[in-house]
């Protein structure tokens, strides 16, 4: 059954990349995934949520200025109105939000949430797929896991998630989102090669045509993202064999001083026979072109925080053969002997952790700490890494076979023309789910949404001695104008914070018709008026507060008694 409509994004300013942001991985796969969203999901308008108003602005703002022409249908998550109308919205991150909570405040079954995995090993990550349990998730919710690794490490959080809730209150159902498989795709045309462009990277970077060049792509991090003495010493042993001139071409920026002099000073000591570039990532036409400069991709990680990597998928995309670890998301998208190698990795056996796991929950190590502490104890085949990158220097024409081939297989697979039709197949799924079902989480009562939404003169009615009720009766104390109404808002907060449960003009009115009239309950000025009560009541208390009004009779609080 295909979608009754087009779904949404959500969309914040901090999932893609703009200026002034450091660029990172999950930002740079959100400005590929909005284009390739914009591209390949067909219908009259383009629905996004947002958290705000002005959210959907920037929004519509930023998909002009990549050349989309559609209506743009926006809504938000705060304020009184619903958001459901796409039926399915992308979130950005695992998580969503708070939408779930704002979901019981209509149809729990009106829409699906989907979120997508970045990195999995962050405390805040961690924490969010635990407190996701707790939210009122259903199952025509998902969130896609962009590799075979990355479900694993989801479905054991939550599994454990679920073992503490049926242990601790005895549980018999923890609903649980859908936990679907969808790499994250690339435009592959960015990547397009040219003879021009190899031209001018090589004679930017002093490298002959002659040079063999191997080239990274990433943050110079040797915890986040790939320590690279591994690739440092694997080169070494490849240019020594050699006779042709291999280059390295590092191609990225640090966000730390300390790990931009590591880089160079591994370089300098652990392959001395290499031509090593430190080149800035962060330039725009090197990011665009550089890719064409190079003969070899690849990238020596082996820490958690990498959970999908879409640069040798950008590196296939441009032609050139990669030489990746079997690690994580890597092996679901390099086919090893066919688009690259796949290099054979270690780590301790599960278990061996319990000690690292205690003190990264107490802080005692922090994130990098923590990373870096797990990394020890993780390894690349370097013996087969240099095998492979020999295999791959020594030899022009299966350089040029392997590049060829990833070249189709992004084109099959990991291109967004071949990865949004897999988005909106999951929605079409959810859709089916959401079809006659029955939310498993009723709302709570009336007055409490969430148990952190409720009605504050509920949760705090002990604080009162008494409160307004229907049969109260007020009477007129003195006469308020519009411009004593504005002269007191500049005294008592009201034009300070810019908050006004009621406009001025029912206060006034409310005033006056107190003024006119004899003293009368709140119930009949209400009928009189036209105004719903709990209007009536508000103002007149704001009224009361500042002694234009009086309330009397109005309800004891009987706990006091």
């Known amino acids: 059954m295909p979608l009754t409509t087009p779904p949404a994004i959500f969309f914040h300013p901090d999932a893609v990349e703009s200026d002034g942001k450091d660029i990172v991985g999950r930002r740079s796969a959100g400005q590929s995934f909005l284009k390739g969203f914009l591209a390949h999901v067909t219908g009259d308008h383009v629905a996004t949520v947002t958290q705000t108003i002005a959210g959907a602005k920037a929004f519509e703002t930023l998909i002009r200025s990549m050349g989309e022409t559609r209506d743009v249908r926006a809504q938000a998550l705060r304020g009184q109105g619903g958001f459901s109308d796409a039926g399915t919205i992308f979130f950005p991150g695992p998580g969503y939000v708070d939408a779930a909570w704002r979901r019981q405040r ?96 090589r004679a930017r970077f002093n490298t002959p045509e002659t040079a063999v060049v191997v080239m990274t792509m990433g943050r110079f991090t040797s915890v986040e993202k790939a320590n690279p003495a591994p690739l440092f010493i694997a080169l070494e042993q490849v240019a020594k064999a050699t006779t042709k001139p291999v280059h390295l071409w590092m191609v990225g920026w640090a966000s730390r001083e300390a790990e931009d002099a590591l880089h160079r000073a591994g370089a300098a000591a652990l392959c001395p026979s290499v031509v090593t570039h430190i080149i800035d990532g962060r330039v725009p036409e090197v990011r665009r072109d550089i890719w064409s400069g190079a003969d ?57 952790g319990l000690t690292i796991a205690q003190r990264f929950a107490d802080g005692t190590d922090d994130y990098l700490r923590y990373l870096s502490i797990v990394q020890q104890q993780t390894m690349i085949d370097i013996p087969a890494y240099a095998e492979a990158l020999s295999a791959l220097v020594s030899d022009p024409e299966k ?12 084109a099959a697979h990991l291109d967004w023309s071949a990865i949004i039709p897999q988005y909106l197949a999951l929605a079409e799924e959810l859709e089916g789910l959401r079809a006659n079902a029955v939310a498993t989480t009723p709302r709570l009562n009336r007055s409490a949404i969430s148990p952190i939404e409720v009605d504050p003169f509920t949760l705090y009615q002990d604080y009162p001695s008494q409160a307004p009720v229907a049969t109260s009766v007020v009477s007129h104390r003195r006469d308020l104008t519009s411009k004593g109404l504005a002269d007191l808002d500049l005294l008592n907060g009201r034009a300070l914070y810019g908050r006004r449960i009621v406009p001025d003009e029912i206060v006034l009115r409310i005033s006056s018709a107190v003024s006119d009239s004899e003293p009368m309950t709140i119930a009949a000025l209400s009928s009189q008026l036209k105004l719903a009560i709990g209007i009536v009541s508000a103002s007149l208390l704001f009224l009361a507060k500042f002694d234009y009004v009086s309330i009397d009779e109005m309800k004891p609080n009987w706990r006091r008694n």
């Open 106 to 201: 209509f149809d729990p079954t009106a829409c699906s949430l989907v979120g997508i995995t970045h990195t999995v090993s962050t405390r805040r990550v961690i924490e969010s797929m635990h407190t996701l349990i707790a939210e009122p998730v259903e199952p025509w919710d998902a969130i896609i896991c962009t590799s075979r690794a990355v479900q694993s490490v989801v479905q054991q959080q939550m599994d454990l998630e679920v073992d503490y809730y049926r242990q601790r209150f005895g549980a018999t159902r923890v609903p649980m989102p859908q936990l679907p498989i969808i790499p994250l795709g690339i435009n592959a045309a960015d990547f397009e090669r040219s003879d021009q462009s190899r031209a001018a990277m």
């Open 399 to 410: 350089r040029r076979a392997m590049g060829a081939a990833g070249r189709r297989h992004v």
């Open 296 to 352: 070899i991709f690849t990238l020596p990680v082996d820490n958690i925080q990498e959970t999908f990597g879409l640069v040798p998928v950008e590196a296939m995309a441009a032609g050139l053969p990669v030489i990746m670890p079997d690690w994580n998301g890597f092996r679901d998208t390099v086919v090893h002997g066919e688009t690259g190698y796949l290099i054979p990795t270690a780590m301790s056996q599960a278990g061996a």
